[in-house]
């Protein structure tokens, strides 16, 4: 596998899995290379829309797709804004608004425990009966007030208590090792070098 689309248009998501995954020799293109729509994700569950991106961009593309689907889950809110994550304010997605609403529902709420939940999938092609599946979280608690420049989404708000730093603070090579993101990815790759040996 020299190459892989991956079934985001997040800029973010693509730099942080493009840095990942060089060490393996894998270009990974993003879907918006080949002009690809992005998926519907109806589903409740992470994992569930994460295949059902991954197999929409290996269908427009003919290429082995990955596909993150990931959120924040928010104790106090019963798991919200979870897989609605990127659009908890609505369309169009703002990262500004869905962090001004988390805080909104937040106000007064002393449980502040919250987890990124990232659901990775890889599949061969569009009809893979056997996806890779790996999964990760990453634990902390919702600031009161945003802190930090870096990172992308509730970033900003997800505080690590062990550094008492927030996402959006801290290096991103130490982010791509501690995030749910980084969890989910060395599992994946686990996979992937079982399957080649």
Same mark, same amino acid.
């Given at each position: 596998m020299?190459?892989?689309?991956?079934?985001?248009?997040?800029?973010?998501?693509?730099k942080?899995? *493009? *840095?990942?995954?060089?060490?393996? +020799?894998i270009e990974v293109l993003p879907q918006s290379a080949f002009r690809v729509s992005e998926a519907d994700e109806p589903h409740p569950s992470f994992v569930e829309n994460a295949i059902a991106k991954?197999?929409?961009?290996?269908?427009?593309?003919?290429l082995p797709a990955l596909a993150d689907d990931s959120?924040?889950?928010?104790?106090?809110?019963? +798991?919200a804004p979870g897989v609605q994550s990127a659009r908890f304010a609505g369309e169009p997605k703002s990262d500004q608004?869905?962090?001004?609403?988390?805080? %909104?529902r937040l106000a007064g709420e002393t449980n502040r425990r919250a987890r990124f939940y990232c659901a990775l999938t890889l599949v061969r092609h569009a009809e893979d009966p056997q996806p890779l599946i790996a999964?990760? %979280?990453?634990?902390? %608690?919702i600031l009161e007030a945003p802190r930090g420049k870096d990172g992308f989404g509730y970033d900003p708000l997800f505080l690590v208590p062990d550094l008492e730093q927030t996402? *959006?603070?801290?290096?991103? %090579?130490?982010?791509?090792?501690?995030?749910?993101?980084?969890s989910a990815f060395r599992q994946l790759l686990d996979k992937l070098r079982a399957e080649t040996h």
């Open positions: 020299k190459q892989l689309v991956l079934a985001s248009g997040n800029a973010g998501k693509l942080e899995l *493009a *840095a990942l995954l060089a060490p393996l +020799g991954a197999r929409h961009a290996a269908r427009a593309t003919g959120g924040l889950c928010v104790d106090a809110l019963g +798991g608004r869905n962090n001004a609403l988390l805080l %909104e999964c990760g %979280e990453w634990h902390g %608690e996402a *959006a603070e801290i290096a991103p %090579e130490l982010k791509n090792v501690l995030s749910h993101r980084g």
